[in-house]
């Protein structure tokens, strides 16, 4: 569209609009008005500007209760607002009086410094806009003239109003609004006019703003403050802006540029300075002399503090990089006059964002550290730091002194920490924590520098000592037990943090937070990085050994020190930049500082390390209490010591049973109390972490203490206690996945030598190493068959040990076993299922094959063999049968051969020999007093049947030899006892087949039986809680097996019979849901054994319809015998009978499978 550039044209186009305006102001007047600037050019416009705003303005003086009011104001503010923005205010009249009228619009009529309520928030942003635009347009030396001090009291209105709607307003936009006009007024504009940075005021309009601000400043940083501290719901964009005018005025009244520049009581100071000046207006111009320069930065620095305090750590990352600009442009403009009080909190804010999670807030941080490092080095420590510049005589240099001022920032910080940590909630201490490790990264190599100071290491580590004080009062660790001794880890390669993952999560007393713990974590690795790596493990080994009161926080402390000594998870980004090894150029880097402790240091402080962790005071803690032991394990590990005697065997030597001293049973009376068993345990774990950690510190160069540490630490894998367990299982995946190793089996196999040769000593006096067994059991679960030959003789000693004192140690070595077998049945896996399925297909819920398809198979494989065999008895295929027979008879010489030679005995595999010594200990454990020792026996006899199910003709002999003491759990024994029992029968079952039938069927059955059919009674009252009784756990278990086990022994009629007998009434609906379905289990496997006669009995309980066979001339089957008429109603078996008969068979009523022949 094109605009009108004649200024004549132009002008006979708008003075009707103009005209019309002035007699009806109307709002359709303004918008033709408003529609007809929009088609003139901008110079065009520039001319008639005056002209223009004439009956705009002449509108905006209209009485309030003009009709339409509000609407109207809102439409010729935003037709001035086009005007303005298109447009230069080149006079100052037009200029004072446009800012007047338009925050009269806003004002409340009885003071303008608050806004008027009712004006609706599209109105209060019109006018926003509108007075954004008049400043902006302000040409020349127009707008400097604002600050004379004749306009003071309209300017202080204006501030005033701003203020009151930057603070108060709910609207984001509004607020947004204000405060920019606000940082507008004040000359401290920076948006982007027409692609260029708005036009800055010189330094002589810059002196004379800051003059006229300075008036202003208190209510000014207030209101600011208040905001910030306020409600946060105004959301980051507000909290950003208020920061930026916050800093921005405070940086134009208190610049150290303006106050050198302006002498003490020159034209500032001069009341009636402005031209026509009112007297009265003068006395409102502040004299920025030292004494008022003080004062207000004093004052500025409590606003300060409680402005860094809200945003240091505020959840949106602009807000923080805005505080970052905040403390970068008042250290570098302000740093004078500002003083000491300001630079603590301002160096502090840019320290403690340091580490801050945004990478751009920390970028920005680098710089403005960086900046201010630079200044001090170039003697710039007055405008850097607030201080006065060096005076004469010998002293520091201006970079050493600043380098002072941050260690005892660090001091002061250290001295207040622990306070700061146990009264301030989880979101100071955080800040301050990061403000601690931000110190420490800043001053960098000169870390070790203040270390060497008594004062300073013994306040830091007395800080972390107080902070990482554990919270051990939950009772829940101690209770929490290993279901085994030994559990497996995760295999494949190790990660490129093998710690990662398998830390215990830790509960301190003063924190919660999780960020808390990792900032601490990351401060002790910083302290190990940068100091002198003996000064820091020397100091916390006393600190360990002083007092248990801070042996976990100093064990804490020197993992993690020796992880940052190695230079393993420390943040290193400021060496690259500035120079001089880290701290941003402040320093040239000190000597074996900088990046770590060397190689040697490194390893003489984890050997001191692991020595003091793994020595017999500080590694065999009591982890849990007496009374909770085993008597066999009380008296192997604490009254009584066994000790096998290397020497000769005899009956009397080789077995010595030391008995404990009063003194000693008298102590070990006295249980331990919860807190110090806790304390205890999570000493062993972070123990545990510490080896890992040393481990992962050397890397490979581990290698060779494995001999003196991996020992110790799988005493711990076996541990009773939960934690304690996890934790050295973690350690052992650390070390493996440090020191090169695949898998922690692959570290345990390459190591197996020496650990089997310090079980095998250990075994022989146990009263030095009482717990090899565990290591032993440990070792077994991560190995692989390739240990199998070194471990034939630790058998060896196990058993023998178990032969000559099965009434101290059974329990301990049944452990063991339980191990060894477990390990075995992994490494030889059968092959094939017991029923002649492969292994891979065996989990199929115990239901087996359909009966349907078993049924079929079955009669076409009859049908078959018979069609044979008739041809046979008739002569047809009698010779191709000899043809077979001959090509046959090249294999029978060799066979003959092989029957006719010595009878020598095949040499058995070491894996069966050890299971039949196992087994065979079994066979006289099973009739032991204690319950605990009998249900691992029984588990140990099931393992020990899986491996030797591959050689029947040793398992059936080790059977023969167990049943007496096997029946004798079965029939009269604890009912936890005879559930195991149970499950072995089954096993047995599956591996023997008819080899127990005989047994089974006279001496087991009828008593199942009978137990079946006493509680059916008792299960079918019951409520849902009786699901939780060992009674129900007991029907369930025999209901599950039996059907199996029928199955798998073949037993003959009677035998079914008497099991149909005892599961029928389990096929009621009133029995629980569980054993119903345990029940259809057995008759699904019965069903496989004899189709047709179970069918038949089924179908007589059933007696739902007749059964019709095919033949018409034949009778029809009445089941039940209940003559012609029909069955009876359906009862509490329909259900289940139904089922059952529907799935084996197809729908009742169907011809029964005798006649499918």
């Given amino acids: 569209m094109t605009q009108i550039d004649n200024p004549k044209i132009a002008f006979a186009y708008l003075r009707p609009a103009c005209v019309l305006l002035t007699r009806e102001p109307t709002v359709a007047n303004v918008e033709t008005l408003g529609g007809q600037l929009r088609e003139l050019d901008d110079a065009t416009l520039q001319q008639l500007q005056e002209y223009v705003l004439f009956p705009l303005r002449f509108v905006l003086r209209l009485p309030a209760a003009a009709p339409h009011r509000e609407r109207l104001t809102q439409s010729v503010v935003e037709a001035m607002s086009h005007v303005l923005e298109t447009t230069c205010v080149r006079s100052w009249d037009t200029l004072r009086e446009l800012l007047s009228e338009l925050c009269l619009c806003l004002a409340s009529p009885r003071d303008p410094g608050r806004p008027a309520p009712g004006v609706s928030e599209e109105l209060k942003g019109a006018v926003l806009r509108c007075l954004s635009a008049l400043l902006h ?239 001090g080095r170039d003697g710039c420590h007055g405008d850097a730091a607030g201080g006065p510049p060096p005076g004469p005589g010998p002293g520091p240099s201006p970079g050493q002194t600043f380098v002072e001022v941050l260690s005892e920032n660090l001091h002061g910080l250290a001295t207040s920490l622990p306070r700061l940590l146990r009264a301030a909630d989880d979101h100071r201490k955080l800040l301050a924590l990061n403000v601690f490790l931000g110190y420490l990264k800043l001053l960098g190599p000169l870390v070790g520098r203040a270390l060497n100071s008594a004062a300073h290491l013994q306040r830091i580590s007395m800080a972390l000592m107080q902070v990482l004080e554990l919270d051990v009062r939950d009772v829940r660790i101690v209770e929490e037990r290993s279901s085994a001794a030994v559990m497996e880890t995760p295999s494949g390669a190790a990660s490129e943090d093998p710690l990662a993952g398998h830390a215990q999560r830790k509960h301190f007393l003063y924190f919660r937070d999780e960020k808390i713990f990792s900032v601490l974590m990351e401060i002790c690795r910083t302290l190990g990085y940068y100091g002198n790596t003996y000064l820091l493990v020397d100091h916390f080994l006393d600190l360990y050994r002083e007092s248990s009161a801070y042996r976990k926080q100093a064990a804490m402390v020197l993992n993690e020190t020796l992880r940052g000594a190695a230079g393993v998870g420390v943040a290193t980004w400021g060496q690259g930049s500035g120079g001089g090894g880290g701290g941003w150029g402040l320093h040239a880097p000190a000597e074996g500082g900088g990046g770590g402790g060397d190689g040697e240091s490194v390893r003489a402080a984890v050997v001191a390390v692991i020595e003091e962790y793994t020595s017999e005071r500080n590694w065999n803690l009591a982890t849990a209490p007496q009374h909770s032991e085993a008597p066999q394990d009380r008296e192997l590990l604490s009254p009584s010591r066994l000790s096998i005697s290397p020497g000769g065997i005899s009956s009397s030597s080789l077995l010595q049973v030391v008995s404990s001293s009063s003194s000693s049973s008298s102590s070990s009376s006295s249980s331990s109390s919860v807190h110090q068993l806790n304390s205890n345990i999570w000493q062993l774990c972070i123990q545990l972490e510490g080896v890992a950690c040393g481990a992962h510190a050397l890397g490979p160069a581990f290698r060779p203490l494995l001999m003196t540490s991996l020992y110790p630490v799988l005493e711990k894998a076996g541990d009773a206690a939960l934690l304690v367990s996890r934790a050295a299982l973690a350690c052992v995946h650390g070390v493996a996945g440090a020191c090169g190793y695949a898998s922690p089996r692959q570290l345990i196999a390459d190591n197996s030598d020496y650990l089997l040769n310090d079980v095998s000593l250990n075994l022989r006096r146990l009263q030095h190493g009482p717990q090899a067994p565990r290591v032993l059991a440990v070792i077994l679960a991560h190995s692989d068959p390739g240990l199998l030959p070194l471990v034939g003789d630790m058998v060896g000693d196990v058993l023998l040990a178990l032969d000559l004192s099965y009434d101290h140690t059974a329990a301990l070595f049944c452990a063991v076993l339980h191990s060894l077998m477990k390990a075995l049945v992994r490494w030889f896996p059968p092959s094939r299922d017991p029923l002649g399925a492969p292994a891979s297909g065996r989990e199929q819920g115990g239901s087996g094959p359909r009966p349907e398809d078993m049924t079929a198979l079955d009669v076409r494989q009859f049908l078959l063999d018979h069609s044979r065999q008739q041809e046979l008895a008739q002569g047809i295929g009698a010779e191709e049968e000899e043809e077979e027979e001959e090509e046959q008879q090249p294999v029978a010489p060799e066979e003959a051969e092989e029957e006719e030679g010595p009878d020598v005995k095949k040499e058995l595999p070491a894996h069966i020999v050890i299971t039949k010594e196992v087994m065979q200990r079994c066979t006289h454990l099973l009739s032991d007093p204690s319950l605990r020792i009998r249900l691992k026996v029984l588990d140990i006899l099931e393992l020990c049947v899986c491996v030797l199910r591959e050689a029947e003709d040793e398992l059936l002999p080790m059977v023969h030899r167990c049943w007496p003491a096997l029946l004798r759990r079965l029939t009269d024994d604890d009912p936890l006892a005879v559930l195991r029992g149970f499950k072995v029968l089954c096993t047995l079952g599956e591996a023997c087949g008819n080899f127990l039938r005989g047994r089974v069927s006279k001496e087991v059955l009828p008593r199942l039986g009978a137990s079946l059919a006493r509680q059916a009674p008792v299960s079918a009252r019951a409520g849902p809680v009786y699901t939780h009784t060992l009674a129900y756990k007991l029907q369930l278990a025999v209901l599950q097996g039996l059907g199996s086990l029928c199955l798998r022994l073949d037993l003959g009629e009677a035998d079914l019979d008497a099991v149909c007998d005892a599961c029928l009434p389990y096929l009621s609906c009133r029995q629980p849901i569980s054993l119903q379905e345990a029940c259809l289990s057995v008759f699904r496997h019965l069903i496989q054994v004899d189709p047709d006669a179970f069918w038949l009995t089924l179908s007589q309980l059933h007696a739902a319809l007749p059964h019709a066979p095919p033949p018409p001339h034949l009778q029809p089957l009445l089941p039940g015998g209940a003559g012609a008429g029909p069955g009876p109603p359906r009862d509490q078996y329909t259900h289940n009978l139904d089922q059952l008969l529907r799935d084996a068979f197809g729908a009742p009523g169907s011809q029964s499978p005798g006649s499918l022949g």
């Fill in 137 to 375: 347009a302000a040409y020349g030396d127009v707008l400097p003239r604002l600050y004379e001090p004749a306009t003071l009291p309209g300017l202080g209105a204006a501030v005033s109003l701003l203020l009151a709607l930057g603070e108060g307003e709910q609207s984001r936009e509004v607020q947004l609004g204000a405060l920019g006009v606000l940082l507008t007024l004040g000359g401290q504009c920076d948006c982007g006019v027409g692609g260029e940075e708005h036009a800055a005021l010189g330094e002589e309009e810059r002196r004379a703003a800051g003059s006229a601000m300075a008036s202003f400043l208190p209510g000014i940083t207030v209101a600011l403050t208040r905001l910030v501290a306020g409600d946060p719901r105004h959301g980051h964009a507000v909290t950003v802006r208020a920061i930026k005018v916050w800093y921005r005025t405070v940086a134009l009244v208190m610049g150290d540029a303006q106050l050198r520049g302006a002498a003490p009581g020159g034209a500032a100071a001069d009341p009636g300075g402005g031209p026509g000046a009112p007297g009265r207006a003068g006395q409102l111009v502040v004299v920025r002399s030292p004494d008022w320069v003080q004062g207000a930065a004093g004052r500025l620095a409590l606003l300060l503090k409680r402005l860094i305090s809200c945003t240091a750590a505020h959840r949106h990352w602009r807000v923080r990089l805005e505080l970052v600009a905040l403390a970068d442009h008042l250290l570098e403009h302000c740093g004078r006059s500002l003083g000491g009080e300001c630079m603590g909190p301002l160096l502090e804010a840019l320290v403690g964002a340091v580490n801050d999670e945004e990478p751009r807030v920390r970028e920005r941080c680098e710089e403005a550290l960086r900046a201010a490092s630079e200044r």
